[in-house]
Nanobody, 124 residues
Framework: QVQLVESGGGLVQAGGSLRLSCAASGRTFSNYAMGWFRQAPGKERELVAA????????YYADSVKGRFTISRDNAKNTVYLRLNSLKPEDTANYYC?????????????????WGQGTQVTVSS
């Protein structure tokens, strides 16, 4: 079992920045590829960014490319998501997820563990 706890969400004005953190416990963190997903009310969950077990490979959704940055610190068992140039359409609940079965994946159904989420609200 892996436990994931997100933090860092909040209310921010358009153009502002936030850094989300996801702290993992329970297993060897470096054995897990990690992803950040988001879900807004009435919308489907979507992948925002993913990172490989080592952090050498990353993936970003087109909607956030150039604005968001995923990173991980395996010594601290934590994955981060830096959100810059935020837009009202970035408003959502943001979740981190973990999988040991793949080096990196963009498919939510292939992640085994999920956090409870942290809310990001961007005002215009």
């Amino acid at each position: 079992q892996v436990q994931l706890v997100e933090s860092g969400g909040g209310l921010v004005q358009a153009g502002g920045s936030l850094r989300l953190s996801c702290a993992a416990s329970g297993r060897t963190f470096s054995n897990y590829a990690m992803g950040w997903f988001r879900q807004a009310p009435g919308k489907e969950r979507e992948l925002v960014a993913a990172t490989s077990k080592s952090g050498d490979t990353t993936y970003y959704a087109d909607s956030v490319k150039g604005r968001f940055t995923i990173s991980r610190d395996n010594a601290k068992n934590t994955v981060y998501l830096r959100l810059n140039s935020l837009k009202p359409e970035d408003t959502a609940n943001y979740y981190c997820a973990a999988t040991s079965r793949y080096a990196i994946t963009t498919r939510g159904g292939l992640y085994d563990y999920w956090g409870q989420g942290t809310q990001v609200t961007v005002s215009s």
